[in-house]
């Protein structure tokens, strides 16, 4: 008897305990995201350097264009230039010729600094003042290569591989074209300040191009020697506006303004600081 009751206290204690225990519910199994995330395709090294792939591929085009034109190509095409010469082009070459000159492109700038400065237009005298300096910065470099080259201009000669070198005269100065020179200079600029613009640079390159062809249709220059101005106007205005740009960035203080300015009978620039 007694093992039975001790069987039954067991049990009871058991259930007891059992029922003491809370009931805790299953919690739902976890459910994965299974969202697909689109990540951003990471920037190829080749879409990272555009600009700088295409500058590099534009100078290696350039250096071939104008080994070629100089080796083989620059008689050829002064006979041609010479042969279909006419009125009309004669004409046009001396529309265009002048606004590769240092008169023209000052009244230029003049102009257009002025018209930005009454019409409150920024980019307008942005472009006048980077284009006056940018005018001098390629006059500086232009006639040192003049001077160290001294080529014999088709006028003169019907050789042209002709140069007298950094010894000569200084008579003969055909390389590299400083109208067509000036011209790019310019018309780089521009194109810098308007870039966002889908007339402007066309227009500016455009008549920059009508410029050089000028000096060829004249017989003033080779064509190896346009292309030669051509390069140089271009980096020397691109490096100029490059240059102010850096230099608006880090400006504090006082503030230096350039003007175009006329002294004398001769062009230049005057400076103002304001405080």
Known sequence: MRPLLLLFALLFTVSATHASVPFLPTSPPEVSDTTLHQLAPNRTWVKKHHTLLVGAASAIAVTGFFIGSYQQYDRPIMTFAQQHRNAFTNETARLVQPLGTALP??????????????????????????????????????DQLKKNFQRYRPCVTQDSHLFDGASGAGQNTSLPSSHTSNA???????????????????????????????????????????????????????????????????????????????????????????F
């Open 105 to 142: 492109l000052h009244a230029t700038f003049a102009t257009m600094f002025t018209i930005g400065a009454v019409a409150r237009r920024p980019k307008l005298r942005e472009a006048a003042v980077v284009g006056l300096a940018s005018f001098y910065v390629n006059a500086l470099v232009t």
């Open 184 to 274: 790019f200079a310019a018309a780089s600029v521009i194109s810098s300040v308007y870039h966002d613009s889908e007339w402007v640079p066309p227009v500016a390159y455009g008549v920059a191009t009508l410029v050089g062809l000028s000096r060829i249709n004249d017989n003033k220059h080779w064509a190896s020697d346009v292309l030669a101005g051509a390069t140089i106007g271009y980096l020397t205005g691109k490096a100029t506006y490059w240059g102010y740009q850096r230099l608006k960035g880090h400006l504090s203080g006082p503030r230096i303004q350039l003007t175009p300015a006329w002294q004398n009978g001769s062009p230049g620039m005057a400076a103002f600081v304001r």
